[in-house]
């Protein structure tokens, strides 16, 4: 028989949970690069050793998505669809600025009950120059040269902001920071940056994907084919172009 001094017991529910990995992108004078471990993990279990957080939405954009792997996945369906009605309606496809306030709009459409993903979109702008733009779930987002988020955030950006925005760190005498770094110094960072993550933090591992979106006009087209383990998965002939960077990473 319950007695009557029983405190009442609050059920709760909670939809959301977090599936670990990390994410980051850097722009450069005419490209970006956009990269995300392939762990996916609950607590201390490994649900799969490869679930992409970043996907290709045109040839001028990628979007990287990291939190909660349920809303993520139908996030990016969600943008990929609404991105093939404004080619099937304009015959061209978005320009990033405009896909970053559609992902704005969408994120902020649903802040009562919001897709539990931090978004991170980089590509080309239409004037050739390499961009980043980063969201919070409810679509605050600006535009940033480099920018990280998931589980190792605390531990990549600070690393990022040294060797990209130059923090802490005196020109030798004479010289300055250089404004852009080239593609073959960011890839190195990019890499290094998940490789310390992975010794670090239990919720990174397992492999990296580096997808890489360069201008019509850049001339690291050479440097990139001539890297192990490249995939070109351009669509359209002419215009921008997009490669996909595969490595390992540890996997315990």
Request: proline share 5%.
């Amino acid at each position: 028989m319950v007695s009557m001094t029983q405190q009442p017991h609050q059920h709760a529910f909670n939809p959301y949970t977090e599936n670990g990995g990390t994410i980051l992108a850097i722009a450069g004078a005419d490209f970006t690069v956009i990269a995300g471990d392939t762990r996916q993990s609950e607590g201390y279990s490994i649900q799969t050793r490869y679930a992409p957080k970043v996907f290709k939405l045109t040839d001028k954009a990628v979007l990287a998505v990291n939190g909660f792997a349920a809303d993520g996945n139908m996030f990016v369906k969600k943008v990929k669809q609404r991105l093939e009605w404004y080619k099937h309606a304009h015959a061209k496809d978005m320009p990033i600025r405009s896909i970053a306030r559609l992902i704005q709009t969408m994120l902020y459409a649903r802040r009562f009950f919001p897709y539990y993903v931090y978004n991170i979109l980089g590509g080309i702008e239409e004037d050739g120059t390499g961009a980043v733009y980063s969201f919070d779930p409810v679509g605050s987002y600006e535009r940033e040269a480099c920018r990280a988020a998931g589980a190792a955030q605390s531990l990549v950006q600070p690393f990022l902001d040294n060797q990209i925005y130059f923090k802490n760190q005196t020109p030798a005498p004479g010289t300055v920071f250089p404004q852009h770094l080239p593609l073959e110094t960011v890839l190195s960072i990019v890499i290094d940056s998940f490789t310390g993550a992975t010794e670090r933090h239990i919720e990174v591992g397992d492999g990296l994907e580096m997808y890489v979106t360069l201008s019509p006009t850049s001339p690291a087209v050479g440097f990139l084919q001539s890297q192990r383990g490249v995939q070109e998965v351009t669509a359209a002939i002419g215009g921008e172009r997009v490669f996909i960077i595969r490595r390992d990473l540890k996997k315990d």
